[in-house]
T-cell receptor
Framework: AQSVTQLDSQVPVFEEAPVELRCNYSSSVSVYLFWYVQYPNQGLQLLLKYLSGSTLVKGINGFEAEFNKSQTSFHLRKPSVHISDTAEYFCAVTSNRDDKIIFGKGTRLHILP | GAVVSQHPSWVICKSGTSVKIECRSLDFQATTMFWYRQFPKQSLMLMATSNEGSKATYEQGVEKDKFLINHASLTLSTLTVTSAHPEDSSFYIC???????????????FGPGTRLTVL
């Protein structure tokens, strides 16, 4: 079975400051990892995904994430946040065994002016 | 490409009535569609997986007679909440996958969600 842990339910950060949203996963098989963003009352938008290859993955809106197999982590980072980045961010995992996606509980990113 | 729509975007209904939510893949054929439920300030919980032309597979704890899923074509799946009650109020999100056999990974594309409020 797979699981995802997002350690922070909320992260406040000042505008133009860097941010890191943490994600750890657990799985007995090879995984595919994702970060999704959800703006209020909207569906999910894929920020980035790791399938294989380079462990540093670049996504949309200036976000990037690094897959660390030894630490079973897939933390999301952005060097300088903007007020428009205020949203809920979900880390998710799946595998090649089935198509089910397991979501973390989400991290709410608060951008402070 | 890979756009998924849902209709309606929001619906309010009286307790005891049934509500149908549609999920459409607009520019691709989806062999597999997924239905999720999201309560306020919580994560997405998978309710069921449906493959075109076959019965849906429900997750543990999800009542199949209450949440009827029909995947009649490669571009349309419907979720019907039967005899809805206030505790069914939630944000329902669907996703669709191309589901090419033999591929190790089939990406899911998410719809914008439907907010259901049962009075």
């Amino acid at each position: 079975a797979q699981s995802v842990t997002q350690l922070d339910s909320q992260v406040p950060v000042f505008e133009e400051a860097p941010v890191e949203l943490r994600c750890n996963y657990s799985s007995s098989v090879s995984v595919y990892l994702f970060w999704y963003v959800q703006y209020p009352n909207q569906g999910l938008q894929l920020l980035l995904k790791y399938l294989s290859g380079s462990t540093l993955v670049k996504g949309i809106n200036g976000f990037e994430a690094e897959f660390n197999k030894s630490q079973t982590s897939f933390h999301l980072r952005k060097p300088s946040v903007h007020i428009s980045d205020t949203a809920e961010y979900f880390c998710a995992v799946t595998s090649n065994r089935d198509d089910k996606i397991i979501f973390g509980k989400g991290t709410r990113l608060h951008i402070l002016p | 490409g890979a756009v998924v729509s849902q209709h309606p975007s929001w619906v309010i209904c009286k307790s005891g009535t049934s509500v149908k939510i549609e999920c459409r893949s607009l520019d691709f054929q989806a062999t597999t569609m997924f239905w999720y439920r999201q309560f306020p300030k919580q994560s997405l919980m998978l309710m069921a997986t449906s493959n075109e032309g076959s019965k849906a597979t429900y997750e543990q704890g999800v009542e199949k007679d209450k949440f009827l899923i029909n995947h009649a074509s490669l571009t349309l799946s419907t979720l019907t909440v039967t005899s809805a009650h206030p505790e069914d109020s939630s944000f329902y999100i669907c996703s669709a996958s191309i589901g090419t056999s033999g591929r190790a990974f089939n990406e899911q594309f998410f719809g914008p969600g439907t907010r259901l409020t049962v009075l």
